[in-house]
């Protein structure tokens, strides 16, 4: 049984719907001159008065405790939605009087009862405000100032209660919306702002019926969408459909997260990925268009759609990332890409096997590296052809048939040396299952290689090097190789990301676990305690003047150097074969994905301010041993 209170107000009668259409039981609390009409106005737009007639109403007040304590008998929850909303000088005591005493009163009964979890319904108002913070979140101080109002000030004393409960033992939770709109009663509340619009046609000489479609003639989507827009950080292509019609996608002004358009005479679509909207509509590459940093496509009701410009274009930082594992490879420019990735990382094989391809094989593991494998033996039947060309023109004497035919019959040599089953994808993986599934992805092909070959194996990024330690090293040593030579086609991820995947905890990353080890190893502790005081003090900054603090830990490092602790920590003791990891270049990853320079998993160059604040407190985290989001 759940109790709710303020059932008869528009979040409250919202609240109950959803509740009721799970089929839950519920007790409401009504105040005796209280009407319910918004609350059936709610459940008739939504069809559904016959749930209505299922809410048990007990008549009472937040200020009665008699009838907190019956209504609360019996339920295990209770969602907190009744306070005052008056922005109005002379409610002041009301305020206090409802928001903040009555839910202290809520609080204490549901501390005496059989409730075991709470909501609470504050208010964004309760934010901290100070200018000099950037943008507001969950995170900012609460301060007095001359701009709170009374509203503000008893929705923050009133959650001050819901927390004093919650240090006495109840489980609480606590949501802070902004502007509510919605049906029940339009002239009260934020949705007033239709009635005023619509005040205003009439006074032009428009009625009801004729006004309806002229505010949404009139509604500036544009308009909404930088007011809405102007202080959002990260990567984002969000979508919004408008009840009468209209539709929008917003893209981030950094162009983080992909997004692309097609449109003819019958339809518009937006999709993350332009595959998909070739293959659904038959459609050829450049029909489609990528829609701009800090732009919204803007579809209308009638089908008129408009690109429009929200936000100021910034450096554009296209996640690296997406083309390198995220995106479908079906894509015609990340196809080509991934293929270039494995082409630029031949030059650093052929030196880590000294030129002996007659005595390497080549695979690839999972099937998402396909493409940069492709692109690798690539460039290496391309070296073998440019050597064979090199021998031709030393040669002297006449050349025999016999000679030729051995020469070009040279190929690199590939084989299928691991079977992944399809269905697994560790990396998406939850971290309690992780390591027990990956256990059981792979499987061996045995007989594909010799004693005397080194096996070049192609990985399309090495994140948390789990698969690789846990299961894919362990079933390539039982072929018994020379030696296995694993080759990331993206660089070292080494920071946190916060707009797309959840990668946020620094020690998940194998890169920042051998900086860490390397640190230790040489009596560097010091730099990591620095760091963490660093990251720390950076923290009370304005994230917009933050700064990415972690660098400090991989500064004293080359690539190689991490490289070469990542290929110790992955090489287990009961591995018998020789282990070595080498890894992308962020120069190459330029060089092959050029419209995509957002590497900030490996720079911890991050293109908002929010990156900065994340990698710190993810380092914070780390180091405390908490083990939580870092955002």
Known sequence: MIFVTGGTGLVGSHVLLKLAKKGENLKALKRTNSSLEICKNVFSFYNADALFDKINWVEGDVNDIPSLTQGMQGCEKLIHCAAIVSFYSSDADLLKKVNIEGTANVMNVALASDVKKVGFVSSIATLGRNSTLGMVDEECQFKTTKLDSNYAL????????????????????????????????????????????????????????????????????????????????????????????????????????????????????????????????????????????????????????????????????????????????????????????????????????????????????????????????????????????????????????????????????????????????????????????????????????????TLVIIDDSIVRGTTLQKSILKILDRLNPKKILVVSSAPQIRYPDCYGIDMAKMEDFIAFRAAIALLKSEGKENIIKETYKDCLEELKLPSTKMKNKVLKIYAGYTDEDISNQISKILKEKEIKTQVKVIFQTVESLHVACPKNLGDWYFTGDYPTPGGNKVVNQSFVNYFEGTKKRAY
């Open 154 to 453: 008893s929705k923050y004393y009133a959650e001050q209660e819901v927390w004093r409960a919650s240090n006495e033992g109840l489980d609480v939770v606590i949501v802070n919306p902004s502007v509510i709109l919605g049906p029940g009663d339009w002239t009260k509340g934020s949705s007033q702002i239709f009635q005023k619009i619509y005040k205003g046609l009439k006074k032009e000489g428009f009625n009801k019926q004729q006004a309806s479609p002229l505010i949404e003639k009139r509604l500036k989507i544009s308009k909404v969408l930088k007011k809405a827009s102007k202080d959002w950080d990260g990567g984002y292509a969000m979508a919004g459909l408008l009840g009468h019609g209209d539709a929008f996608v917003l893209r981030d002004p950094s162009a983080i997260r992909p997004a692309y358009y097609y449109k003819d005479d019958e339809v518009v679509v937006v999709a993350s990925e332009r595959p998909v909207i070739q293959t659904v509509f038959n459609t050829s590459f450049d029909e489609i268009k990528e829609l701009e940093a800090g732009h919204s496509i803007i579809i209308k009701k009638s089908g008129k759609t408009s690109v429009v410009p929200i936000l100021e274009k910034r450096e554009r930082k296209a996640c690296s990332f997406e083309r390198i594992y995220f995106s479908r490879g079906s894509d015609k420019e990340i196809y080509l890409e991934r293929k270039k990735l494995g082409q630029l990382l031949f030059p650093k094989i052929l030196k880590a096997i000294k030129s002996d391809l007659k005595n390497t094989v080549f695979s690839y593991i999972p099937n998402t590296a396909e493409t940069s494998f492709f692109g690798l033996v690539h460039e290496a039947q391309k070296y073998i052809s440019s050597q064979a060309i090199v021998k031709l023109l030393e040669e002297k004497q006449e050349i025999s048939k016999e000679n030729l035919e051995k020469l070009f019959s040279l190929k690199p040599r590939i084989e299928k040396v691991a079977i992944k089953d399809a269905k697994l994808r560790t990396f998406i993986a939850d971290d309690a299952n992780r390591d027990e599934l990956v256990a059981h992805v792979y499987d061996i092909t045995y007989g594909s290689i010799k004693e005397t070959d």
